[in-house]
Every structure is written in structure tokens, then in C-alpha cells.
């Protein structure tokens, strides 16, 4: 049974800024689970028994090879995407970038990364990221 697919997915991000204030956002790749080609503020599954918390640093770790700080939780939202047939709730983090220079280290997941100004995000962006500037704005 699939995450996301066969029964609701748990998912966590995080909005990670750096000491410039850029954002930093990655690319889908080709064998990503959803999405592909849409940029996103980066982020993954929850495995059984791991906090939210845990997940996220260890998805950035993992996928990024970055270390962040977490500030605050953003917002839970419903992440259903109907074309795609899934259906995740995913938790987004305000984060600082602490340590390590990013790098793509699961290149099937992920096709481009980068640090963004919030006024020039690539496009397309993903649902889940599209939901998350919109709580970020009316939070701010």
C-alpha cells in the first residue's frame, strides 16, 4: 500500500529562508511522487513513529544535505491533488538555513534547487507551496 495513494499521506516542509531572506525552493524530478517539473518549498514523508520535527530535518539532510533550525510551524493544510489521484495533509515549518551549501543528493526526486527573493519565485510552483505563500502572506 502507497503513502498518499491508498490511504491519506502525512507530509511535512519547510519554508527555509537564508541570512539574505531568499527561500529555498527545489525542482520535482522525473520520479518524483507528484507534480513533476513544479518547484516547491522542499519536504517529504513522515515515517512511522518520527515527529514532524524529526521528519523535516531529516528530509533536508537526506535530499539537500543541509542542516535547518526550526522557527515555527506555518500551517497544516489538505494537500489533495485530483489529477493525480492522492491525497496528502502536510505540515510546512518556517526554517532557517543553519548549516551546509545545498546539493541535489537524490537527483530522481529532485531535477534543480536554488535560493529565491518571495518577488521572483521560478515557476511552476507546486499546490502544496502555492498554499503555503498564501498562509505566509495573511500571516505576515
Given amino acids: 500500500m502507497k503513502q498518499g495513494i491508498d490511504y491519506i499521506g502525512i507530509g511535512v516542509g519547510a519554508m527555509i529562508f537564508n541570512a539574505n531572506g531568499d527561500v529555498f525552493l527545489a525542482q520535482r524530478g522525473p520520479k518524483a511522487k507528484n507534480e513533476r517539473g513544479h518547484w516547491e518549498f522542499p519536504g517529504g514523508s513522515v515515517d512511522y513513529g518520527e515527529t514532524l520535527a524529526v521528519s523535516v530535518k531529516r528530509e533536508m539532510r537526506e535530499e539537500?544535505?543541509?542542516?535547518?533550525?526550526?522557527?515555527?510551524?506555518?500551517?497544516?493544510?489538505?494537500?489533495?491533488?485530483?489529477?493525480?489521484?492522492?491525497?496528502?495533509?502536510?505540515?510546512?515549518?518556517?526554517?532557517?538555513?543553519?548549516?551546509?551549501?545545498?546539493?541535489?543528493?537524490?537527483?530522481?526526486?529532485?531535477?534543480?534547487?536554488?535560493?529565491?527573493?518571495?518577488?521572483?519565485?521560478?515557476?511552476?510552483?507546486?499546490?502544496?507551496?502555492?498554499?503555503?505563500?498564501?498562509?505566509?502572506?495573511?500571516?505576515?
Fill in 64 to 140: 539537500y544535505g543541509i542542516e535547518i533550525t526550526l522557527e515555527r510551524q506555518l500551517g497544516t493544510f489538505d494537500h489533495i491533488l485530483k489529477d493525480e489521484q492522492q491525497h496528502w495533509v502536510s505540515t510546512t515549518y518556517i526554517a532557517a538555513h543553519a548549516s551546509g551549501d545545498p546539493q541535489i543528493l537524490e537527483p530522481h526526486k529532485c531535477s534543480a534547487i536554488g535560493w529565491f527573493a518571495l518577488d521572483a519565485l521560478p515557476t511552476p510552483l507546486s499546490k502544496i507551496t502555492l498554499l503555503n505563500l498564501a498562509a505566509w502572506q495573511t500571516a505576515e
